[in-house]
């Protein structure tokens, strides 16, 4: 039990949950799982035990692996085997890393390197990386709705609900698909999730860099993308951790699935008055309006252990004198301690750099954080119950002092969280986090005002974020790579 | 000439023009054109005249075009004809749309619209669309630098400086392409760019929308995209407009290049003190800061010529009773003149809506702006004369009146501009837009602090943005597609 579990604060909410289905409540203790009050009860969701986190190796299959890839020049095909270690190892592009299954986070990664070409090593880049929490308010505070605020990883598991991926639709034809089996406390398997993550190369058709001047060169793009997709309930979170050629780190979330609906009398948006907490997207039926925050847990080694988060803030100048009145410069800052660590996004480039590296003309090595849209951060009242557990969604970027206590964002025991064992409490202790072993958050978070189109699945809303080498390289690290000739086109026919 | 040019407010900068090279400095005039003066000058940029903006009909080659598509189910492939009025028609996917080139904006989008599946009948969506403008500004008050402040559509012509596109690495390989001409003011052809569009079907192996409930239902996404690429001296820009099956429109820039770079006597990071106004990026080697604008026109039709700009702000609400103390609820607010439409991207949904057209249950039918990276805005001074000149960079977001007069974010003789004459002035005139035919604007913005990643050569750096249809349709426009079958994979072989 954890025992900063506190029977004062709102009471009602930390040690019993309630759950509906249409109207029906059921009230129950999360401590003890006993069985409170019901009002209309037909049937209640049982609390699931997320706390199985053992991790087992998983298994290969390349039945759909192609002769060559389609789109570019043959290049490495991705290779992958059972490492000493149990888990999976990858060899793709010019990427090596670890990949392995948890039943709280899904897929994660660990001891990805990317190959510096000039320099004929693989440097290190993230030491582990997974989803650490998935946070869902609903804004319907009437009785059926104001507890579906859920820690979809904490409370479900997104490695539990992994669904098996489809062939030629979940990912493209030339993945190959790896299995994953889920332990119990006794160590024996309770699920084997048949094609629970998939790993091809991406030919998207775009660029990767490309001049004309005179003559043209352009390389295109290449990527090693591990996907996933976790289909907690009603909906369904594509995650794919895209590794690119040119360094980069991608994390693309495409969310689908089913809303969740409300029922109302009403069959015209004419009809609603007042506050209806959702949009009408079909006849009686309400989508309820609702936020969804991916928290990441990035614990990274850029170019090894000891890293600094600085922050680059673009600062407006008034020119001294001549024709220009203004300009921006660039003024560094390395967070010292964890208070420094947490911000919201705005014009200053963050990086995580490793002090005790620099390249040959004297750059920290670093990588930095690019936002790819779903940048929102929660509205709720700071004092409201759910935000207080989920209190760390107010700010998009917290560094933290590595702890290996402190993997979920939204505590260990998260059913009976109160906030104060989570992220933003960790980061209140204000440990040391310069040149120090530490730990990226980042949420990807989306507002959504359900619309026609959601229903009856919805079309994927994408979001992400991208870790780009800065001055980790010394150049552009594709330079040297060859350009691609029409002679590596395959000749395609139909099999049918 | 235009008349509102004003010889009082920085008359050095707005009738003359000075260009340097490497400490060579030569100033002259933009009106007739004199050599008015020169400081160890070598020789001199001369002005292009970039106010040929006759369109074109252009030539299709398909040679690279694949019996099928290789990644998904073999749906429609991409048709293009020269139409009746000389505009070069496409169709694919649900997609049907004009392209046609200007010499000033590149590649134009016009007359798209999308298949409604449930109707069984295609919808405008957008009237025309093309870069306006791309504004870049250098952040080095020095006699050398302080003047590049480039308009790069207004000063040297997009379309002009498109670069022929090559196959299987600017495009993919079941790309399409599509050469240009460019005519004189005479009429008379004065360049031909052979391969200077590219139009293909794009399967990057994402989602389009899944669900897991005892069964599975994947439909993977296929989307159209048109892709142009301007070299404006060291700077590449590949554009892209994409047309989704779900009836978004994803616009997306792709930024690659050579640095303008500025000589230092240093060779590491360590020497260099005060602002150098850049980075060190290799020996002797400055990245001067910098930052690019991308502005485009969107003259959308959403449904019909008369729109609105519907503002939906996400405001926080202290919650009554109950255990919820707060949640969020949507506050629509419709522009009613110029002045409610420029706005900077917050937590509000952004909407052009056509108020005259509802679905089925009664929503006003409409296109959602969703932002993909690329949100920066200018941080010069106001008083600044480039940020005159570019003073709409300060916002993402202008809605204006449609004029025909009015397709140049930074107004129609941009050598010679003052500011009085652009987006952000035209917006000042404050005309009614609401239930009118309208014109959005948005700003893709990236600062610009370089790393040794970008030299010599830099990886792409992307940004973009989505118009996403919301409460267009009745439901879900991809919902009656059918999944993919093993059976369409075609039979790979290497031609080499």
Not at 47 to 72: D, E, F, M, Q, W
Not at 113 to 123: A, L
Not at 191 to 208: K, L, T
Not at 440 to 467: K, N, R, S
């Amino acid at each position: 039990m954890p025992n900063h579990l506190s029977p004062e604060p709102c009471r009602h909410m930390c040690t019993l949950d309630e759950r509906s289905c249409h109207g029906h409540h059921v009230l129950f203790s999360v401590n003890n799982l006993n069985f409170l009050n019901a009002r209309n009860a037909s049937f209640f969701a049982a609390n699931i035990n997320t706390h199985i986190h053992l991790v087992k190796s998983s298994t290969i299959r390349r039945k759909y692996l192609l002769p060559a890839s389609v789109h570019g020049e043959i290049g490495p095909q991705i290779s992958a085997w059972i490492s000493s270690n149990g888990f999976s190892a990858l060899k793709g592009t010019n990427w090596e890393l670890h990949l392995s299954f948890d039943a709280r986070a899904g897929a994660v990664i660990s001891l990805a390197s990317v190959k510096d070409s000039d320099k004929g090593v693989f440097r290190p880049v993230l030491y582990r990386g997974h989803v650490s929490e998935l946070f869902v308010p609903y804004m319907d505070p009437s009785a059926d709705w104001y507890f579906k605020t859920f820690f979809d990883a904490g409370e479900f598991a997104l490695g539990l609900l992994t669904a098996p991926l489809e062939p030629f639709t979940d990912c493209p034809a030339n993945a190959v698909f790896m299995d994953a089996d889920v332990a119990g406390v006794d160590g024996s398997p309770v699920r084997n999730i048949p094609n629970a993550m998939c790993v091809f190369e991406r030919y998207a058709g775009d660029v990767a860099w490309r001049h004309t001047e005179v003559i043209t060169e352009v390389r295109p793009e290449v990527s090693l993308v591990v996907r996933s997709a976790a289909v907690v309930g009603n909906y369904d979170y594509v995650i794919d951790w895209e590794f690119k050629t040119t360094g980069s780190i991608k994390i693309g979330v495409a969310l689908s699935g089913i809303l969740e609906v409300k029922a109302t009398y009403y069959s015209h948006a004419d009809e609603l008055s007042g506050d209806a907490h959702g949009s009408l997207i079909a006849g009686n039926t309400l989508g309820v309006y609702h936020d969804r925050f991916l928290t990441f847990r990035l614990d990274l080694d850029v170019d090894g252990p000891n890293n600094s988060f600085v922050k680059s803030r673009l600062r407006p100048v008034r020119a001294a004198a001549g024709p220009r009145r203004s300009y921006w410069t660039v003024e560094k800052e390395t967070a010292r301690r964890e208070t420094d660590g947490s911000v919201e996004l705005d014009a200053t480039e963050l990086m995580v750099v490793n002090p005790n590296r620099r390249t040959r003309i004297g750059n920290e090595v670093g990588y930095k954080i690019v936002s790819h849209g779903g940048t929102a951060t929660s509205l709720l009242d700071d004092d409201d119950y759910p935000q207080r557990r989920a209190s760390y969604t107010k700010r998009q970027v917290w560094v933290t002092a590595y702890d290996e206590a402190e993997k979920w964002a939204a505590g260990l025991y998260t059913d009976q969280s109160t906030g104060d064992d989570n992220l933003a409490a960790w980061s209140r202790r204000n440990r040391e986090i310069e040149n120090k072993d530490i730990v990226l958050w980042y949420t990807v978070g989306i507002h959504h005002v359900p619309c026609q189109e959601d229903f009856p699945v919805m079309p994927a809303v994408t979001g992400g974020f991208e870790l780009r080498p800065t001055n980790f390289f010394d150049r552009n690290p594709l330079i040297r790579t060859r350009p691609n000739k029409q002679a590596t086109w395959p000749n395609c026919s139909l099999i049918n």
